[in-house]
């Protein structure tokens, strides 16, 4: 049976650089409900990158990642001066030299990876949605992390791909192709909203149409969580549904403006899945170059 | 830094928020608290670590219930405990309108 839940895993070196030649070498692991990523940077810059399914234990995610971001690089641990790890499993990266919140890390991310003019940045994870506002340091101002439940996350995105049988990464644009936009699902919960979906095809509902009404139930929600911290541009979205076009365009029709455009990944700058590992390898050369080893 | 701990749903909304700025991590909040819902845990505040108040994880879920003594008697105890004014709650419950 086909898995339509399953995002593809993948990493990237950046051509042209060596970390031999570099004065500190960092790594930050963000050890997430549903992905683990990981990032090396070379005197503070990006140089090789991972992301992996998490799985069900979670020091050997940690483990997986940092090895696949580190294949072919002739790096090993010992040669990486500082790694900080980070996310829900962040308690769990046991070579790390010290854990970072993750809010802290997606605000420092953030504000590497789109700017100093960064204010505002919406995290959707696999299991947790946070609103954060960042000053141009990328401190955290003010945040405010959804800790009611699960509901409306990357987890319930993929509960919803393998019930409609639509593959992921296509799950948003899909969303999107409906000629009229119907009104949300009423709930949001996975469990519930898996069989209100179910009830939609039933009633000779699209797949399109029930993925829309699930994507505008998600972004309802993100962006209540949004406004409670107030919503300023320059606006980003991180984590794994930041890939999610059809809840993407709905946040950003719901707060009037609209997100800025993932870097270029051309130019050796991750994708925004990855803000958090990259500030958590931030953090690790500022720790780093402090003494803190 | 400004963190919001609670959440809004049907029946209104609950937040407790603590100021990390203003905060010294006294603890006079925690003692205060009938319920037990608060503690002081060390925490990154930037790069540096502080110890700051913050809502325990599983109260955050239900501070509507947890929250429920003070907001009936309009005195949150925890926000009059605190010196620096770093403590805050809002709360709006919409079925007691």
């Known amino acids: ?293 | 830094m400004i963190s919001h701990f609670g959440y809004r749903d049907a029946s209104g909304a609950y937040y407790v928020s603590v100021d990390s700025e203003r905060c010294t991590g006294c603890g006079a909040c925690v003692t205060a608290c009938p319920q037990q819902a608060l503690e002081v845990v060390r925490t990154m505040v930037d790069i540096d670590e502080q110890d700051v108040a913050q809502v325990k994880e599983p109260s955050r879920r239900r501070l509507a219930e947890v929250c429920g003594a003070c907001a009936s008697a309009r005195r949150f105890l925890c926000v009059v405990a605190c010196a620096p004014r770093a403590v805050g709650v809002q709360w709006r419950d919409v079925t007691s309108e």
């Open chain 1, 1 to 293: 049976m086909a898995e339509f839940w399953k995002w593809p895993e993948y990493r990237k070196t950046v051509p042209g650089k060596d970390w031999r030649s570099a004065a500190v070498v960092t790594a930050g692991i963000d050890v997430g409900s549903v992905g683990s990523k990981a990032v090396i940077m070379v005197d503070g810059e990006p140089y090789a990158w991972a992301v992996r399914r998490t799985g069900s234990n979670s020091p050997d995610s940690a483990r997986r990642v940092l090895d696949w971001a580190m294949e072919g690089t002739g790096l090993d641990d010992g040669k990486i001066h500082f790694i900080v790890g980070t996310g829900y499993g962040r308690v769990n990266v046991p070579m790390a030299g010290k854990t970072i919140t993750e809010i802290a890390c997606h605000g420092r991310g953030a504000n590497f990876l789109w700017g100093t003019s960064v204010r505002t940045v919406l995290d959707v994870g696999g299991q947790d949605v946070k609103a954060i506002r960042v000053d141009e340091k990328g401190k955290i101002v003010q945040f405010l992390m959804n800790d009611k439940c699960a509901a409306g996350t990357g987890r319930g995105m993929e509960v919803f791909a393998d019930l409609l049988s639509v593959p992921i990464e296509q799950c948003g644009e899909l969303s999107l192709s409906v000629p009229e936009e119907p009104p949300p699902v009423s709930c949001t919960c996975v469990v519930f909203a898996k069989s209100e979906a179910v009830a939609l095809l039933r009633k000779g509902w699209s797949r399109e149409k029930v993925l829309a009404a699930y994507c505008s139930a998600m972004a309802h929600r993100m962006v209540e969580l949004l406004n409670k911290v107030g919503v300023e541009q320059e606006f980003v979205i991180t984590g794994g549904q930041s890939k999610n076009l059809g809840v993407v365009r709905r946040v950003e029709r719901l707060v009037g403006f609209a997100s800025l455009p993932a870097p270029n990944t051309d130019e050796g700058r991750p994708d925004p899945v990855f803000a958090g590992a990259v500030g958590a390898a931030l953090f690790a050369k500022a720790l780093y170059e402090r003494g803190g080893k």
